[in-house]
């Protein structure tokens, strides 16, 4: 059960749940990361870890500098975890990870993806969407875009 003031409900869900609010990127980590395209005896090349590690703090770096409203319209936080190393259609190599935004009220327009309310009395909302970002270059990282 969620029981939360009126004045923020997200942020109230967030510290009941140990979450850094606007922006939680705590999942965003090399333990957890999963593979997609990428060979192991890759991962055990010189540098290949280090590569890895620059994206994932690129990552969370991008995502405590950034608005959370630019990054999702209307939302008043969210949360990065669960990265993927991948390889892309062009051979080069890229992170992506689940971001969850949160938000109060009726959701923004410009919110296209399917919106799980949360709660009894259904006050704030959740969407999930996934971040990738490229690697440029010996960990030149860059915000690639949206998968949906």
Partial sequence: MI?????????????SHGMTYPADSAGVSLPGIKYSG???KEMQAEGA???????L???KY????????DLVPGAKAIVADSPV??????????????????GEGK???????????????????????????NCEGLSD???GGWVY
Avoid at 3 to 15: I, P, T
Avoid at 62 to 69: C, D, G, H, L, N
Avoid at 108 to 129: A, T
């Fill in 3 to 15: 029981c939360c003031s009126k004045s923020d409900l997200v942020k109230e869900y967030f510290q």
């Fill in 57 to 59: 703090t690129y990552i």
């Fill in 141 to 143: 990282w860059q915000f």
């Fill in 107 to 133: 959701p923004g327009d410009m919110i296209k993806l399917p919106v799980e309310w949360i709660g009894e009395k259904k006050k704030f909302w959740k969407i999930e969407n996934f971040a990738y970002f």
């Fill in 38 to 40: 990428i060979d192991s």
């Fill in 85 to 102: 190393l991948f390889r892309g259609e062009s051979g080069g190599v890229g992170l992506m990870v689940k971001v969850t935004a949160y």
């Fill in 62 to 69: 991008y995502f405590e500098i950034e608005a959370v409203q």
């Fill in 49 to 55: 870890r280090d590569l890895v590690e620059d994206g």
